[in-house]
């Protein structure tokens, strides 16, 4: 049996691919559009996966920099190995600002790894994925991760001569699988030269308020917690400072 497509099908489906491929390239637009000089860069590394709380919390933190005045505020987006919406483990559908695959990666001053679903296993089997962690690190001023997204470092071996910590229930296999790590277990976030890992959840918002902290001082950091509504101190949140 012979079967005939109607033109008008076919002309039906090239405009649904030119509609996506000008999607893809209007979104490339909007995400250039999003860096704005004198600030600094920070990229959220995504994959189908990520989890909610680490991704959005230090987002928002780092977002409302831009609400600050006086400082050198923060470039917030997120980057994925493809520009196709990608799905988080609790089912928000987001799609990515940059392919790290790609040339037109922005220069990433801070590289937030939220933890995902894979991060412990077969995640660590992306070469190419890893491979861009150790090449942002390069020139980064600052290397972040929430729960397991450590495990992304660690695998890099980013982590070989830090103090580190990570999901508390993951503390067991991140040892197991990094026997030479130095991990702090006791301590909601960890700060260790230009690495900063967190245990995640909401202790996400913690971390990454810290690293506020870190770089615009104790008044910049609480007027970004008032306005997200959280009561930020430093000193009642168990924490471990090796170096800065």
């Known amino acids: 049996m012979k079967f005939r497509v109607s033109p008008l099908f076919v002309v039906f489906m090239l405009g649904l ?15 250039v559009l999003k860096i704005k000089a004198d600030r600094y860069n920070v990229a959220f590394l995504l994959m ?9 919390a ?18 917030v987006f997120t980057i994925a190995n493809t520009l196709k919406p990608i799905t988080t483990f609790e089912g928000l559908t987001i799609i990515p600002d940059f392919d790290y695959t790609k040339k037109n990666v922005p220069n990433i001053d801070i590289l937030v790894i939220p933890s995902a679903e894979h991060h412990t296993d077969t995640d660590l089997e992306d070469v190419i994925m890893i491979s861009f962690v150790k090449k942002v690190n390069e020139k980064a001023l600052y290397m972040t991760s929430h729960c397991d997204g450590a495990f992304v470092l660690a695998k890099a071996g980013l982590l070989d001569t830090v103090a580190s910590t990570t999901f508390p229930s993951n503390i067991k296999k991140y040892k197991k699988m990094f026997p030479h790590l130095n991990v ?17 959840g909401i202790k996400s ?8 902290e870190v770089l615009y001082g104790k008044e910049v950091t609480q007027a970004i917690a008032v306005g997200l509504v959280i009561d930020w101190d430093a000193s009642k949140v168990p924490h471990f400072i090796a170096r800065q």
Not at 58 to 75: R, S
Not at 205 to 212: E, N, P, S
């Open 205 to 212: 918002f913690d971390a990454a308020l810290y690293l506020c």
């Open 58 to 75: 230090p987002f928002d933190v780092f977002q409302h920099t831009q609400y600050q005045e006086n400082i050198k505020a923060m470039n």
């Open 48 to 56: 189908d996966g990520t989890y909610n709380t680490e991704l959005t």
């Open 184 to 200: 702090r277990q006791n301590s909601m976030f960890v700060h260790d030269g230009k690495y900063i890992t967190s245990a995640g």
């Open 17 to 31: 691919l030119s509609c996506a491929d000008n999607n893809k390239t209007n979104n490339s637009k909007n995400a």
